[in-house]
């Protein structure tokens, strides 16, 4: 099993060479600025091999080489080279596979739950997997998102308790997943095949082999040292850390649900989001230091970003680069052009476009690549749920609600667009009290009021 865990971690090694080595685009991003870049592919390589001659020492090795490799280069924090490694040193002591047994039970809990709370999930992404698959996505994207966070729920709830059943169901499901990411079907993040080959049949093994501790939940506390029993909960409990920003994504198990910041720059050459992939096999770490810390090594003068945080106790930061780095700015300030420096274009949110264009609210943009200037709400499509979606397209010029049913409470909902110049609102049921409501919003010059109590006396 320790062989098969190593082969997996190699062949993933293999897969994202150029992410172990020194590079300057995508840029390295060290834990530190002083640390210098160094090449860590062929010291994992040869961490690996001391693995398979001295097991018990040589898996300490290689999570040591690759802790210092992901310090000199966060890029290479993700879970598919943590969760082999763990795996790794479960092969090789008994201690370590019991702490093995709990990250298993935390990460499958913890990407259901994930999946359960991000409308990402529940929209955009399962509609996109589905497809890519090769199946019409209308029927059953909705049904897939839902079955898979069930599946993996469910899947942490048996090896905690019943981790003789959950061996049996963990080939059927990581088997499947690989199927899933092969050519034949979405054909998309290799990089994580291995992984999940390792899952099915080591991670299975290793629940096997702890069925022993799990008759009762009071047999499993005898015989336990309280560091290992607070390890336990560790790994249950510091997942909740992600929602406040203390835990990254990829240690908290948040693999594919969306629900993680987004940045994007504006720069005097256009616009680009920051984003992995590429011959690094693997995504941007999407964690908000992170953000600034590739925009302070990337960034001209002038130039900003607008870092999109869907996490509920998170704000969006926004930020513009003078001479001594990164200054974090309000959202006025960055969409306000100045000499030397762009107006910012603000990160759209996937869980709104999708919402939106499932609902057939009419968006318009300037060209293909550029971001919603423009919605357009008809009587037929109107839904107040959706309101809060604009929220999620700050770059909204223009805004149609003529012959809606919309209020004056609704217009709360707007207030968000900093940068509305246009608001239609004919034969509606709005008033003056509800318009002033929008007050604040800087250039909003132009409301189109026929049909309703509004007089111009309170447009002005």
């Not at 530190?32 to 020492?57: C, K």
């Not at 589905?130 to 469910?154: H, I, M, N, Q, W």
């Not at 082999?209 to 799990?214: G, I, P, V, W, Y």
Request: hydrophobic share 45%; proline share 5%.
């Amino acid at each position: 099993m320790l062989i098969l865990a190593i082969l997996c971690q190699l062949a993933t090694v293999v897969i994202t060479w150029p992410l172990w080595q020194i590079r300057h685009a995508p840029v390295n991003l060290p834990i530190s600025p002083t640390l210098p870049a160094i090449s860590f592919g062929w010291g994992i390589v040869a961490s690996l091999g001391l693995a398979t001659i001295w097991p018990r020492i040589g898996v300490v090795i290689h999570a040591v080489v690759l802790l210092v490799a992901c310090l000199f280069d966060q890029y290479r924090l993700e879970p598919q080279f943590i969760g082999l490694a763990i795996l790794m040193l479960g092969c090789a002591d008994a201690q370590w596979m019991r702490i093995c047994r709990w990250y298993l039970v935390a990460m499958w809990l913890w990407t259901g739950v994930h999946k359960f709370l991000s409308a990402d999930w529940m929209g955009h992404t399962c509609w996109s997997l589905v497809s890519r698959a090769g199946f019409d996505p209308e029927p059953f994207y909705l049904p897939f998102a839902l079955g898979v966070a069930a599946t993996e729920v469910s899947l942490g709830l048996l090896a905690w308790f019943r981790p003789r059943w959950a061996s049996y169901a963990v080939a059927p499901v990581h088997l499947g997943i690989v199927v899933f990411l092969s050519p034949w079907m979405a054909g998309m993040n290799y990089s994580v095949i291995p992984w999940n080959v390792a899952l099915a049949i080591v991670g299975g093994w290793v629940l096997h082999q702890q069925c022993a501790e799990s008759k009762s939940i009071s047999d499993q506390t005898n015989g336990i040292s309280r560091l290992e029993k607070f390890v336990r909960v560790a790994l249950i409990l510091t997942p909740l850390g992600f929602y406040v920003g203390w835990v990254d994504r990829s240690l908290a198990h948040v693999m594919y649900s969306g629900g993680v910041p987004r940045g994007i720059i504006t720069t005097r050459d256009g616009v680009r989001k920051v984003q992995g992939w590429d011959e690094l096999a693997v995504p941007f770490p999407h964690e908000r230091r992170l953000f600034r810390q590739y925009f302070a090594l990337t960034a001209a003068r002038g130039d900003k970003m607008h870092v999109s945080d869907p996490r509920r106790m998170l704000s969006d930061q926004f930020f513009v680069m003078r001479g001594l780095g990164p200054v974090e700015i309000d959202v006025d300030e960055f969409f306000r052009s100045r000499d030397d420096e762009v107006a910012g274009v603000a990160y759209e949110r996937r869980a709104s476009l999708f919402a939106l264009s499932r609902a057939g609210v009419r968006m318009l943009r300037e060209s293909p690549d550029s971001s919603v200037y423009a919605v357009a709400f008809t009587p037929e499509n109107f839904d107040r749920s959706l309101l809060g979606h604009l929220d999620g397209l700050p770059n909204l010029r223009q805004l149609q609600f003529s012959g809606t049913d919309i209020e004056d409470r609704d217009l709360a909902e707007l207030k968000s667009l900093r940068l509305l110049t246009g608001l239609g609102l004919n034969h509606t049921n709005v008033t003056e009290a509800g318009l002033s409501q929008l007050d604040d919003l800087p250039y909003l010059q132009y409301v189109e009021t026929e049909g309703t109590a509004i007089t111009k006396r309170g447009q002005e």
